[in-house]
């Protein structure tokens, strides 16, 4: 996350042209652990297009309040934004939030509260792929830090007799062992596939897009844009400030790319998995179409109230929703407050065991519960229907039914 330093910083900017019309976004700043922030602490706001470029960001004092911290920002208006906060201290990210989606919009919109986790330095490090795993390794003063999500490990050298091995000073069947360009990486004795540099170099964009038949990918990063056709060259470039269209953005690439981004749900014509965005690029004079975007994000920042259960429907005036965020979903099973981790991978969406509070209610409400609960159990996918309710899957079946 790249943050500007500067006190009240609201001017947007892209490609060097300020947008005239503007919303105002507001939240609040917050974290789970009972940590006090200390004096001189700085809360940090950034906004982002599609493509990546910063169009919006703030820095500001919190002088002496403590979480949650209430925040206000300008962003362009009629083009979807990427939202992140973070706290600094002494000029360093010490709390980073994850991204939050806005849709495209003109009016004001408040975002759910930005749960910042702690940041830790990664300081020199590469990036591996262990089967669908990624893990970022990096070294730090006179040993090694792993991250595989949100989780952070630091290891010191260990003897070996091949190769070079870091271990967690307290487990160590937790390690990281390279030898030549392969890494094998254990998590509390249980080894990871193996693992090998992550060559894709797109693995960081801002924006992913990819077609079938014939395959492409395009990959946009801080206003950039790499086009890689399956036949033929890549082609690389910048992009220019978008043009903004009924449903979406139309933006150019130098002379022969030109690309079309709708706000419209987009599904993969191998997989069915849903995306966000539906994207066309016109390279010299071959169309191109598939979907982009990360699929999460039609899942995310919105409170689904569940309909339907099996066919079943639900008890009148129940509550059984969910919430998704940071790989985790919650909400209310009918009676009880719920929350379980959930995976999203190129094809399947599928949920962990839940746990659950044990307030006891009306049998009938019980009952609901636990087949609401059961049910999410069985999920392995998502769709949308024509008129946008939230469709989770097993197999081609669709068990329960949500709307926000």
Known sequence: MRLLSCATLATVIV??????????????????????????????????????????????????????????????????LVLRGAIQLGGEVRW????????????????????????MSMGFASTYRC???????????????MRIGADYYDLHEAKTASGAKYEAEDDPGTFVW????????????GALPECQIDIDSTANADFMARGNEPGWSLALTNGSFTFTPQEGESISGHLSPPEVMPQGRRYTGGSDVVLAIADA????????????????????????????????????????????????????????????????????????GYFAGYELTGETLRFQQAGATMMACAPALMDQERKFLDTLATVT????????????????????????
């Open 265 to 336: 749900v987009c599904r993969d014509s191998m997989t069915g998995l849903p995306f966000p965005r539906q994207v066309t690029v016109m390279a010299g004079e071959r169309e191109f179409k598939g979907c982009g975007g990360a699929p999460e994000q039609l899942l995310i920042g919105q409170d689904w109230q569940v309909e339907d259960i099996g066919g079943g429907g639900i008890i009148d005036n129940s509550q059984v929703t969910l919430r998704f965020a940071n790989g985790r979903v919650s909400g209310r099973a009918g009676c009880n």
């Open 178 to 189: 390279s030898k030549g360009p392969a890494v094998t990486v254990s998590l509390g004795g």
């Open 15 to 80: 490609g060097g042209a300020a947008f005239a019309q503007q919303r105002d976004v507001t939240g609040e700043l917050t974290y789970r652990e009972r940590i006090a922030l200390p004096d001189g602490a700085v809360a940090s706001l950034e906004l982002r297009d599609e493509t990546g470029r910063v169009v919006a960001a703030r820095d500001f004092g919190t002088e002496g309040r403590q979480v949650p911290i209430p925040f206000d920002i300008k962003g362009p208006a009629d083009i979807p």
């Open 96 to 119: 980073v939030s994850d991204a939050t989606p806005i849709a495209s919009g003109s009016g004001p919109v408040a975002v759910p509260p930005l749960r910042m986790h702690q940041h």
């Open 131 to 145: 089967g669908d795993r990624l893990v970022e390794i990096g070294f730090v003063n006179d040993g090694a830090r």
């Open 381 to 404: 996918g998502f769709d949308f229907s024509d008129d946008g309710a939230l469709l989770l899957k097993s197999g081609d079946e669709t068990v329960l039914k949500a709307r926000h």
